[in-house]
């Protein structure tokens, strides 16, 4: 009876990832075909940006969502990324090296300033970990804008350097500001990096993430080397975002200080993470998504929006108060309220992961190590 | 020789004196018991020799090997980095403060060969049984990063392994069914066994359980003791905390007894349960 009852179990499971199976084929080939049907490929371009987000979110998701580390500072590395791409890649110093060659090394550059930042910091838990990374995050976007001698101040650098390939089907293969190759570029970029997390978060090195995660002091009593362990959660995290950096400088053709502040990357980042489900990747990626698109597109549109419903509505008084104007100003309110609003609704996110879910609702244990050493 | 051996050791917190001046030596193979009342700094011991805490002062050793203080190792194996503790240990007496608390990390002694379990059990509460122990293999598997970004055969392989041996494990202290539940979700004496196991795949020598049958009923104790019989004829020596005199006179061979952080008594349980100083800390002075 036990046999048959698991054969059904198996069956179920297995119908299910049929289906899902198909899902994601279509989705994909939805996907690949989009530049077909935007004629103008304004559309695409705007996917191409999205792409970006998505790649900084599930990097991110390495380090909030599987190792459990509050980190504010994430956007240091989408900035070192830039700026490393930026500063080899450009007339800056007359270094031109392929953006190919590039797009790895950054990460390995990412994953560096991952494990420098980690290093003195890991020893902190939640809170105390959050403000000092948040620090970083502070520190090296204004280091980028005061050294001017390397990174053109603030002003930044002009003029990077854009992939080339083979010409291919009539296209000269030069990416250029055409946003085509750039979209599939970046969906390349984030197909393959799904299946490099996928495997991570299923591994030894996944398995040992999660067991920090729920309980340090039993992690280390297992015999897991938290330290190291979560220096590479830092690392692997920060490398997504020097993939990240490198595309996003070099379809921008410039870098500046200040597309990596806190309010501008960090903190849109942790959200996305936050939102769509920590340490689940689909989650994560309909949370950046779903954020880019609320930031892009939602917010700027509203003013207009309201303006043509009061102008329509014909009422004297209601199109005296001028609420489009408001709108347009109040953008980070009503960005805050939707955020508040999707919290409330759904605080375990939008594609929670199995494991959060039932945490949400029970709690966790907060015991760290460093605390209980520190005893003296 | 004993597999550890404590000398001297003292643990301070503030004005509290937890473990003082306490010498013991647990001998390979055999059932070694810690009692006490309550306070008494039984569990302050454990996590001192697991490396959680840093002794105040004393020595502790495993298999004859130093894992508290770090100064002896490197005098032995490495005279420059001995060189340096001691200089580093003058400069911070000279401003005041105490020599660098150096021990071994507690992953390093788990490595060494020293599993052990919670008095308040400590498991990874959202994740399932069998991923339980498969973290207690972890310091013995070989997959790199790149393994794991990868997934390399060798990656799928050892994850294969370690799979089975977890099972395998989980068959030995009798959770096989519920290899696939949230741990969290297992009952409270199962959640005490697949401790045991999680800690059992670290492939320890010494095993230290800090009180495996709080809140047990007779049955359930008796399986424990059977549990920790199977577990030393496996060669693995036990060394536990227990307040439940029964299963600590059924079980061990050997008895230490703590009071207020000092030990009071040593010997073979029929010995010790007699000894009057014993009685007077489990009962009081009589008047």
Known sequence: MKSKKRLSLGKGLAAAGRSQTFLYLGIGILLILFPIFDSDTSQVNVAAVAGVWILLALGLNIVVGYAGLLDLGYAAFFAIGSYAFAILASGQFNIHISFWILLPASALIAAFFGVLLGAPTLRLRGDYLAIVTLGFGEIVPR????????????????????????????????????????????????????????????????????????????????????????????????????????????????VAPESFSFQAVSVVVLVMVVLGGMGNMRGVIVGAILIYTIQTYLLIQLPGWIDSATAALNIDWLTKLDLGHYAQQSNYLIFGLILVGIMLLRPQGLIPSAQRKVELELGTSEDSLAELQGQV | MPILEVKGLTKRFGGLLAVNNVDLSVEAGEIFAMIGPNGAGKTTLFNLVAGLYKPTSGQIFFNGRSVYPVREFWRTYSPPIAAYY?????????????????????????????????QNIRLFSYMTAVENVMVGEHPRMHAQVWDALLNTPFARNEERRVRDRAMELMRFVGLERYADQYARNLAYGFQRRLEIARALATEPKLLMLDEPAAGFNPQEKAELMQLIQAIRSRGITVFLIEHDMKVVMEVSERIVVLDYGEKIAEGPPQKVRTNPRVIEAYLGKSA
């Open chain 2, 86 to 118: 001691t200089v580093a240990d003058a400069v911070r007496r000279g401003v005041g403060l105490g020599p660098l608390p150096l021990g071994l990390k507690p992953h390093a002694v788990t490595t060494l060969g020293v599993a052990r379990t919670f």
């Open chain 1, 143 to 254: 280091v980028f804008r005061n050294a001017s001698v390397f990174t053109g101040g603030v002003n930044g650098i002009v003029g990077l350097d854009q992939p080339k390939v083979p010409p291919v089907f009539g296209w000269s293969g030069n990416f250029g500001f055409n946003p085509i190759p750039w979209y599939y570029l970046i969906l390349g970029v984030i197909i393959v990096s799904l299946f490099l997390i996928n495997n991570l978060r299923n591994s030894r090195l996944g398995r040992a993430w999660m067991a920090i995660r729920e309980d340090e002091v039993a992690a280390a009593a297992t015999g897991i080397n938290t330290v190291t362990t979560k220096l590479l959660a830092f690392a692997l995290g920060a490398s997504f975002s020097g993939f990240a950096g490198t595309y996003y400088a070099s379809k921008l053709f410039l």
